[in-house]
């Protein structure tokens, strides 16, 4: 046999041999495939048909969140805020948009921004629905749209803000029943804790991701938000604030607010608003359409630890007090500048964001107790807690706080930083608040105060004590500038 037809022989054979193959494949997977399913010739089979056990069944600790998705996805939804805005442009920029949409009167051209958010039906007074979510998803909206979980539409109105912490109530009508979510305990959380989060992440309404509570007590938030928050690694993007975090009893345990991102996506760091913060403002938006902070009158911040070691602090666990605005709830209660709070009502304080946060919880015209530690010495002082005014007009009272000015201790150090070797007792003026009495007198940040009414200054805590002698009504204060020795007198 010649080698063409051998080849040719071979060839033919191992195309009989891989269509054999095809064949036995297909006949043997049919095979396989209706003794694994048990499936009759004539039925028909769909995936959702599947059996699967009762949801009372499924414990999520043994892999599946089904059972808490399926309850609480009904009461969170979708908000969709538009604002209407008015540009002016030089005529004749864009003559085809001018021609049909510029105002005949001035000029003026007007768009719509659109954003996005979720919320949480968290009340139900008769066919009026309430939807809690954040002051920055309404933001300063014209019109807001409620989405529900079935895709119903509503029209929303906004009934409440609070910028402080946040949040926000948007109410609409429906005479339909919609489930309202179950309000957890949000002090019952611990790190490690399942929880998930639920809202609309770029418009993909109705996601649930997972996570756990990575940490508690979280500080520092956007826009000066006082809230302290819940972190968690569960997924949370643009569009899921005002969602829900919810544990695994299906209980709302916070209001998911913001993240840490540097791509704007998810990286596992993201913060809730526990709900124990927002269940007054829910009652407090309801009835007045905002939220009312109780107010001390004090301005505070976070010890450094060079004043701790000055001022003889054991511990930088509180808040010292820079500034006391007059005729404030402090100082008619005796607080005075310098003065380290470390406990409200018997409750101690780590810091300043927690006391303010504290201090804005008390109720308006009650009493309340501050252990402090001043001059050494720890006492007790009770302060009338008054309502908290507008940030705006609380700013413009600057010209009420005293004394206005923060001082820093002196240590070799700072002498040879700021070349005064030669100085060897006072403090060093850190700040200077504009429009307050020390403004005003013409201290300057880098003075060094060396005497008040003649008496030496060595340290923070002799500043102070000087300082709040109430016997005196103007502090003559012995300072240098530079190479110029100075006095200037402050009057209370």
Not at 8 to 34: P, W, Y
Request: aromatic share 8%; glycine share 10%.
């Amino acid at each position: 046999m010649s080698l063409t037809k051998r080849l040719h022989s071979r060839r033919l054979f191992l195309v009989n041999l891989v269509f054999i193959g095809i064949i036995l494949g297909f006949v043997m997977s049919g095979i396989l495939f209706a003794c694994a399913t048990n499936v009759q010739s004539g039925d028909a089979v769909r995936a959702e048909e599947v059996a699967r056990p009762p949801l009372t069944d499924v414990d999520p600790r043994a892999g599946s969140f089904r059972g808490i998705a399926e309850a609480v996805l009904p009461s969170v939804v979708q908000l969709t805020v538009q604002e209407v805005r008015s540009v002016s442009g030089p005529q004749g920029e864009r003559p085809w948009f001018d021609f049909f949409f510029r105002s005949p009167d001035n000029g003026d051209r007007e768009f719509r921004t659109q954003g996005l958010g979720s919320g949480v039906i968290v009340r139900r007074e008769g066919s009026t629905y309430y939807v809690l979510t954040n002051d920055h998803v309404i933001s300063d909206g014209d019109q807001i749209s409620v989405l529900l979980y079935d895709e119903q539409e509503f029209d929303g109105e906004v009934v409440g803000t609070d910028s402080r912490r946040d949040l926000a109530l948007v109410s609409f009508e429906a005479d339909i029943d919609i489930p309202v979510a179950v309000l957890g305990d949000s002090d019952d959380l611990y790190v490690g804790d399942w929880v998930l989060a639920v809202g609309s992440p770029f418009g993909f309404q109705s996601t649930v991701t997972a996570g756990i509570v990575s940490a508690l007590g979280r500080r520092g938030g956007p826009a000066g938000n006082i809230s302290d928050f819940i972190q968690t690694d569960a997924a949370i993007n643009q569009g899921n604030s005002g969602g829900a975090l919810v544990n695994l009893r299906g209980e709302v345990v916070g209001i998911n607010t913001w993240i840490t991102s540097q791509t704007g996506g998810s990286v596992g760091l993201g913060f809730s608003i526990p709900i124990n913060n927002a269940k007054r403002a829910i009652d407090d938006f309801i009835e007045t359409g905002g939220v009312r902070y109780g107010w001390l009158g004090v301005s505070i911040r976070r010890v450094a630890p060079e004043v701790a070691t000055d001022l003889g602090l054991e511990s930088r666990r509180g808040a010292i007090v820079h500034h006391v605005f007059r005729d404030s709830p402090a100082e008619e209660g005796g607080i005075l500048p310098g003065d380290f709070i470390t406990a409200i009502n018997g409750s101690a304080v780590n810091d300043s964001d927690e006391l303010i946060a504290r201090v804005g919880d008390l109720v308006i015209g009650e009493r309340a107790e501050f252990r402090l530690i001043r001059d050494g010495r720890e006492r007790e002082i009770t302060v009338v807690i008054a309502a908290r005014s507008d940030e705006r007009s609380i700013a413009d009272q600057n010209r009420n706080l005293w004394p206005g000015l923060s001082v820093f201790p002196l240590d070799e150090s700072m002498r040879g930083e700021m070349g005064v070797d030669s100085v060897d007792h006072g403090v060093v003026i850190s700040n200077v608040e504009s429009r307050t009495p020390a403004a005003r007198a013409g201290f300057r940040v880098g003075d060094f105060i060396t005497e008040i009414n003649e008496r030496r200054i060595d340290s923070v805590k002799s500043f102070y004590r000087e300082l709040n002698d109430l016997n005196a009504e103007t502090l003559t204060m012995s300072i240098i500038r530079g190479e110029d020795t100075l006095e200037i007198d402050l009057r209370r």
